[in-house]
């Protein structure tokens, strides 16, 4: 996984996250040149899935293949959790 570049603000928004044990402080990053990894020990392959999809989701990244998403459901005003490719093949006819 590529690090996400992040200044010392930041860095304090992700620690505190960490000590409240919230899941979005869940991450690579560097910051001053250094990786910090933050990762859960001992996960099962599908908790992993499933975290891989909850951060996908919360950076409004296709869940499947990690894509940018860009379109919105004109409904929720929220952005499709599928890319365009893979909205069309596994969303199709539902909403
Ligand atoms: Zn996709």
Redesign the pocket.
Known sequence: MKPKSIKSDELSKIFSDLKKGEESSIGSYLIKGVRLQISKFNLSGAERVQLLYKRRRTQGL?I??G?KVTKKNASTGQLYR??E??RNKIDKGTK
């Open positions: 296709c499947v293949c894509k599928l890319c490719d893979h």
